[in-house]
């Protein structure tokens, strides 16, 4: 990872191969992968291990949704990583109603023991590993700061903290508040939601953070990679 690393968020519909090259020429550090529910993988799924596939080798970590250990191993013992693979990730952060009512998505903050073995079972390939998460389910869970606790006991590469619960929208303003105790659990962050401006990268980095997830500014104006790094 560099010094400080700037990444374009997974974003179904739109962080496809070509998408995701484009903005590595235009200055990404590395790409995301829409997600791939783990579930379909195990199975096979033509369409969903499309997802995952990296036919141009540029920097790419696959992102992938589930709570199911038995069926990522069986997808893993069958996964050959092409170049360019960086490693995965575990998204923690999405709000659909379908997959909180399963307990995927954002319900999986507070499962620790759950992402604990999800985590060791990637490691176990000699995989690397990273968590994309809410500040929780909902107001109450970032209240009760549920994101620290996952933070502080799950040992993956990097945490990127999606800076707003699991009922907020879009439109509703990140949170940059919750950074600075991010980054005192001594884990290495980077920040997501709303990330936009050359201050914004100025007053993350003098915190601490590791890097910004770009979204919807990067599909706005793939450039905005070059210009917040200049
Ligand atoms: C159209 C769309 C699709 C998204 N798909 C995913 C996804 O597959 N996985 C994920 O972790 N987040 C997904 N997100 C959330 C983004 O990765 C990101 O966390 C969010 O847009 C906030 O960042 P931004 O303000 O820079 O857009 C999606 C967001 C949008 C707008």
């Known amino acids: 990872m560099n010094n ?15 998408f995701r090259e484009i903005c590595y020429e235009k ?11 783990i579930s379909a993988l195990a199975r096979g799924n033509k369409s969903t291990l499309e997802k995952i596939k990296i036919p141009n080798p540029i920097p790419t970590y ?3 949704v589930g709570a199911n ?13 092409e170049k360019g693979f960086l490693g ?9 109603p379908d997959m909180i009512q399963r307990g995927l998505g954002c319900a999986l903050i507070k499962r620790i023991s759950k992402v604990k073995k999800m985590v060791q079972t990637i490691r176990n390939h000699n995989y690397p590993v990273s968590i994309k998460l809410r500040l929780g389910m ?20 990097f945490f990127i903290v999606h800076a707003r619960h699991g009922k907020e929208k879009n439109k509703d303003p990140a949170d940059f508040s919750v950074y600075e105790e991010c980054v005192k659990t001594n884990k290495v962050i980077i920040a997501n939601g709303d990330i936009t401006t050359k201050e914004q990268i100025a007053s993350l980095k003098s915190i601490g953070i590791k890097g910004a997830m770009i979204g919807r500014a990067a599909v706005k104006n793939p450039a905005i990679f070059e210009e917040l790094s200049k």
């Open 4 to 18: 400080f690393e700037l990444m374009l968020a997974p974003m179904e519909g739109h962080t496809n191969p070509a």
């Open 27 to 37: 200055g990404a550090d590395s790409t995301f992968t829409e997600m791939a529910r």
């Open 62 to 64: 696959i992102q992938i």
């Open 69 to 81: 250990e038995k069926e990522l191993e069986k997808f893993l013992q069958k996964f050959t990583p």
């Open 88 to 96: 995965f990730n575990l998204n923690l952060g999405c709000p659909s």
């Open 138 to 157: 909902n107001a109450f869970e970032k209240e009760k700061k549920t994101y620290l606790n996952l933070i502080n006991e799950v040992d993956a590469d």
